[in-house]
């Protein structure tokens, strides 16, 4: 895996290695949500995709 | 790599990126984009992420100028971005301001990702309010993406945003005013300190404020590069990217602060302004404007803008300064919810103004450097700094003097029961607080133009115009 050294701004030593396993946790959330919305497809129920966020304005 | 060199004319606040800095020549502003962001500014631009972000106004609008480069040895390209019109500080934002800044932050930041970029940096003070709504003003805040690295601004994002707004709605919302130490942000193991024990049982609040601020003072020590390295081979996958974005705006829009008892809350309720004082202050005001045309105005001690309104609705930029974090939220509520364009709510202490800040106290600006206004508002404000503060009124004249042109200004006489209420608890010393000491005093720094009682009130309203 490519990795490159960071930026300008220093992520810090701690800041950097809990952001990683934090992360990686949520992220298990993110893929079965993604999957779990896969099969819904696939079995012609529930929405097409995931919403986008594109249009909706967070910036409200 | 090479800092850009700087240059005579380079902004103060733009050196730590090695990807360009800001420059102004001819009194137009420029952003010089280095070679060493030419890729990320290029992907910027051709996978639609710039137009998209400009369409969704959450970040500036730039053309590319055909003008000679601040620094010819680093360049790429010159760009001139659209100018914002006044540059804020979070120190000076309310909650919601801040909110919505932390929540505009990560809402490009996922824009961003779909379009295979990131975003390098999450600092407050790149993001401004422009026609009343947050946005991006620094466009080299982008890079490439490259899956498997994480979030180099994780902890400023934690820093300057996450961190601030904890505070503020769970412990005291007068710990923003932190940043004014700590300009880089709230250090996590003070806010892990300051935040009540059941914080922990918030997940972002938990994860992102108190197990980061452990791990910072945990591996304090550790060689990055290689812990770094080992801990990206297993990877940060982009859906652990997602995750982590998701939950930090799961964890800001969970924090909500409601202005409770504010100080100004009813104020126009128990002034001793009749309804038709009221509606004459109005009315003279509003005449005012329409004689002067001033260009911008700034209200001190706006409250919560019902003055401030006399001008923005009119098309003049407004900025409604005032102490009370309440007033300046709910102002700021009133201005999102109806979509006003030309109204700044922002809080201020004026006996204690914003001051320059940071490196070489040249990173931020003091008020003063931001003025001057053309013209300034102090209604009802005179005696909170010549009696409650103990300026004299010289001096109040002077600080006047070097904000603005025009100042219209509210004499609040003695015999008057909000100057009698500050009084109640002290010994009167203000024997210079009287019409005609305050007449002298403006009247060696200013022209009077015109002055008028208020109506069924013991005040009066002054225009008057700063002597060259």
Redesign the interface.
Same mark, same amino acid.
């Given at each position: 895996m490519h990795f490159s050294p960071p930026a300008y701004l220093d992520p810090g030593s701690g800041s950097f290695l809990i952001q990683i396993l934090i992360a990686a946790l949520l992220g298990i959330g993110v893929a079965v949500r993604a999957s779990w919305g896969r099969i819904k497809k696939l079995l012609g129920k529930g929405q097409a995709d995931e919403p986008t966020d594109d249009d909706a304005d967070a910036n409200q | 790599m090479t800092m850009p060199t700087p240059t005579s004319d380079s902004l103060g606040a733009s050196f730590?990126?090695?990807?360009g800095f800001l420059f102004s020549r001819g009194g137009t502003l420029y952003r010089q984009v280095n070679r060493a962001c030419a890729d990320d500014y290029s992907r910027l631009m051709e996978s639609g992420l710039y137009g998209?972000l400009v369409k969704?106004?959450?970040l500036v609008a730039h053309a590319e100028a055909d003008v000679p480069p601040a620094d010819a040895s680093l360049a790429h390209k010159i760009i001139q971005p659209e100018r914002v019109p006044f540059i804020s500080y979070p120190y000076e934002w309310s909650f919601s301001q801040w909110k919505?800044a932390a929540?505009?932050t990560? *809402?490009i930041q $996922?824009?961003a990702l $779909?379009a295979g970029m990131s975003l390098?940096?999450a600092s407050a003070y790149n993001i401004q309010f422009v026609r009343g709504?947050?946005i991006l003003i620094d466009t080299l805040s982008f !890079?490439i993406y490259? !899956?498997? $690295?994480?979030?180099?601004?994780?902890? #400023?994002f934690?820093q300057h945003f996450l961190a601030p707004l904890a505070l503020m709605a769970r412990v005291d919302i007068r710990l923003g005013q932190l940043l004014r130490v700590h300009i880089d942000g709230i250090p996590l193991d003070l806010a892990s300190r300051l935040l009540p024990f059941r914080t922990r049982l918030d997940f972002g609040l938990l994860?992102?404020i108190h197990?980061?601020a *452990?791990? #910072? /003072?945990?591996?304090?020590?550790?060689?990055?590069?290689r /812990?770094?390295?080992s801990? *990206?081979?297993?990877?940060?996958?982009k859906?652990?990217?997602?995750?982590?974005v998701? *939950?930090l705006?799961v964890a800001v829009k969970k924090l909500a602060w409601k202005p409770a008892g504010t100080e100004w809350g009813n104020y126009y309720a128990i002034t001793n302004y009749s309804d038709s004082a009221f509606a004459h202050k109005k009315e003279i005001i509003s005449g005012w404007l329409k004689k002067i045309a001033p260009a911008s105005v700034w209200d001190l001690g706006a409250n919560n803008g019902e003055f401030s309104r006399l001008a923005s609705a009119s098309g003049i930029p407004t900025i409604a300064w005032d102490i009370d974090p309440s007033a300046v939220e709910q102002n700021y509520l009133r201005v999102?919810a109806e979509k006003e364009q030309n109204l700044l709510p922002l809080a201020l202490d004026l006996t204690n103004p914003s001051p320059a800040l940071g490196w070489a106290n040249a990173e931020r600006d003091s008020l003063g450097q931001r003025g001057p206004a053309e013209a300034v508002f102090a209604l009802a404000l005179i005696h909170h700094l010549a009696i409650s503060n103990n300026v004299p009124l010289p001096r109040l004249a002077d600080f006047f003097a070097g904000l603005c042109r025009w100042l219209v200004i509210e004499w609040v006489p003695k015999s008057d029961s909000q100057v009698q209420k500050l009084l109640r608890s002290r010994k009167d010393i203000f024997d210079g607080y009287t019409r005609e000491g305050f007449e002298s005093a403006f009247g060696a720094r200013f022209h009077v133009r015109e002055a008028v009682d208020v109506d069924q009130s013991d005040r009066r309203m002054y225009l008057l115009e700063r002597k060259n």
């Open positions: - | 730590r990126d090695p990807g998209k969704a106004g959450l919505d929540l505009a990560l *809402s $996922k824009r $779909k390098k940096d709504k947050p !890079e490259r !899956e498997g $690295k994480p979030w180099d601004a994780y902890r #400023q934690c994860a992102h197990l980061h *452990s791990a #910072q /003072t945990r591996y304090a020590d550790a060689d990055v590069k /812990t770094g390295a801990a *990206s081979r297993r990877g940060m996958s859906n652990a990217f997602i995750g982590l998701g *939950s705006e999102k």
